[in-house]
């Protein structure tokens, strides 16, 4: 998963406002349209409230993979629950891990930022292949890939625009730099691809009509 | 175009997968064995300071990143919460 690992401070005040702003204006348009859901489908509700519980978890704990990555299940989040709601699960998420001390305080717009491309890319990938791809388990493995992925673009932009404060390097220098940083990172994209493909197929099996898209 | 056929989707996955463990064994041989941290900090030019490698540590090489009590505390929430959705809207 992509997640930026910067202290409070790295930052400009400038764009630590601009990120809040921008993840703000997201959150609330999600807010706006998952309205109807509170009355029509209260599974999602609580479909939501165990990834909630469940990606916080995994997100805390750093895995001996590569030297230390993280899972966070963003991709299975979209997958499980829909772009609107997703994006409101990442960022509570966000905000949770910051106050445990997992992660700055103005980093979590940029990194809600990060997640909800994740979330939403996961489930735009899981819908768009449906047609072609109607098997579950490659499909919420390939969506899982295509979300991380793009999640680790938004992160290497949201950083090369920002800048980091006290560096000296240059852009060149930092985007190739991230760019290691997010290769690495997508191999941990493999385990999460694997263990999210088999969670959705084993909901698929015993429940699917907690599957968007797939309710018979 | 139409639904792949068979076993097409997984072939598709699997070699997707395959592609990416090979882009990032690549990448890993190129910056070494670091800990999170430490890895972003040297992709963006930053100390790395004090940080190892995060390997070895915890159970089974697990470590948690934060306050363990806040964790705990906030896992416990979280988990009454689900519950009480759970009981509540009788999914």
Redesign the interface.
Known sequence: MAHIHLEDGSFTLVWVVVWWACALLLIGISLYLVRPVQKSDNRRITVAAFCTAAAFAIFQISIPVFGGVHMNFTPLIGILTGPAIGSLVVFIINILSAAIGHGGWSIIGANTLVNIAEVTVGYATWRLLKPFIPGIFPRAGIATIAGLLCGNVAMILIIIISGVQGVNQGTAQILTGLSLLAAVNMGVAVIEAFVTGMIVTYIGKVRPDLLPGERP | ????PGK???L??LG??AL??V??????Q??G??????????????DPGKET????G?W????????PL??GV??GI??I??YA??RH?S?
């Open positions: 175009m139409t639904a792949l097409k989707g997984l598709i996955f997707l997968l990416v463990i882009i990032s064994l690549a990448a890993y190129m910056t064995q670091m800990g999170i941290e430490e890895r972003f900090s040297h992709a963006v030019g930053l490698v995060e390997e070895g915890g089974f090489g697990l470590s948690l990143e934060g306050s806040l964790y906030v896992l979280l988990a919460g689900c959705a759970y809207f999914v």
